[in-house]
């Protein structure tokens, strides 16, 4: 079992920055992940980091958010820069023992067993 706590989020005007901070109770060889949801829609995938530190990211958000991790606090951080309005979301911490990664990119929301609460990222024009 893994407990995941996330912090940060907020408001923001298109083209902000914000950071999210996610620590986990258990930490060795688990795969962190970032998902998001927003109204109306399926929860997707936005990035993810292994054990190694090796990261993966859906396209839309590649080139503007960073995922890492600091093995030492239990931590994954999400570094969200150039946002828009479309990045407004609740945005949520997970986390699988299992593979990061699949040849087709991001797991799934059902491959990635344990959860935070999630946090509110909202970006306004």
């Known amino acids: 079992q893994v407990q995941l706590v996330e912090s940060g989020g907020g408001s923001v005007q298109a083209g902000g920055s914000l950071r999210l901070s996610c620590t986990a109770s258990?930490?060795?060889?688990?795969?962190m992940a970032w998902f998001r949801q927003a109204p109306g829609k399926e929860r997707e995938g936005v990035a993810a980091?292994?054990?190694?530190?090796?990261?993966a990211y859906a396209d839309s958000v590649k080139g503007r958010f960073t995922i890492s991790r600091d093995n030492a606090k239990n931590g994954v951080y999400l570094q969200m820069t150039g946002l828009k309005p479309e990045d407004t979301a609740m945005y949520y911490c997970?986390?699988?023992?299992?593979?990061?990664?699949?040849?087709?990119?991001?797991?799934?929301?059902?491959?990635?067993?344990?959860w935070g609460r999630g946090a509110q990222v909202t970006v306004s024009s």
């Open positions: 997970a986390a699988t023992g299992g593979r990061c990664w699949g040849p087709a990119g991001l797991l799934s929301r059902q491959q990635h067993p344990w």
């Open positions: 258990r930490f060795s060889n688990i795969c």
């Open positions: 980091v292994d054990s190694a530190g090796d990261t």
